[in-house]
């Protein structure tokens, strides 16, 4: 049972545009949001981040919205470069008590030039 | 300046094997964590541990055994090694909400 889930498995935008990547989840104690980018052959790097309290979080080309109602949350990649390009995870936990973080299936954008 | 490091990154065995992989985290974090990633690209928690405590223990078959011996070290050691084990399996430390990956270590089981 996937309780976080990321419905589009890839997505491709024109450099200098906006991508938006969505993922949704279904445990209401999920209280704190996590973005992670992945290169092949690395480990996922930590994007940004958003807690419950908040609706939406910046900082610089990227900005996380929450939808607590939807338990729906998006990054936005604006204006998209070609080093964007990579397979993107949406993770997901209570703030207080199991600290495991529960994944999404990725999602792989690509930036055309 | 690698802050989670892990060896080997690759590892090819025969089915049957006990082999281990190694996690060192220099960041000062008190929790340690080790991930699977299966073919489907699906990331999945197998155990934490916090300040070499296990805190979280998934469903992970008993031939899994994380060992911690300090705050800075976690190590996954597989015994009798199936072909469903061949995978993706990452190390990561927090202190706080974040965790921080290291680079994987892929697992092949022949």
């Known amino acids: 049972d996937q309780q976080v889930k990321q419905n589009s498995p890839s997505l491709s935008v024109q450099e200098g545009r906006i991508s938006i990547l969505n993922c949704d989840y279904t445990n209401s104690m999920f209280d704190y949001f996590l973005w992670y980018k992945k290169y092949p052959a690395e480990g996922p790097t930590f994007l940004i981040s958003?807690?419950?309290?908040?609706d939406k979080n910046e900082d610089g080309r990227f900005t996380v919205f929450l939808n607590k109602s939807a338990k729906h949350l998006s990054l936005h990649i604006v204006p998209s470069q070609p080093g964007d390009s990579a397979v993107y995870f949406c993770a997901a936990r209570p703030i207080f008590g199991n600290e495991k973080l529960t994944f999404g299936t990725g999602t792989r954008l690509t930036i055309i030039p | 300046d690698t802050a989670v490091s892990q060896t080997p990154k690759y590892l090819v065995t025969q089915m049957g094997n006990d082999k281990s992989i190694k996690c060192e985290q220099n960041l000062g974090h008190d929790t340690m964590y080790w991930y699977k990633q299966d073919s489907k690209k699906f990331l999945k928690i197998m155990f934490s541990?916090?300040?070499?405590?296990?805190?979280i223990n998934e469903t992970v078959p008993n031939r899994f055994s994380p060992k911690s011996p300090d705050k800075a070290h976690l190590n996954l050691h597989i015994n009798s090694l199936e072909l469903g084990d061949s995978a993706v399996y990452f190390c990561a430390s927090s202190r706080g909400l974040k965790q921080f990956f290291g680079p994987g270590t892929r697992l092949t089981v022949l």
């Open positions: 541990y916090n300040n070499k405590e296990l805190i």
């Open positions: 958003i807690s419950s309290i908040k």
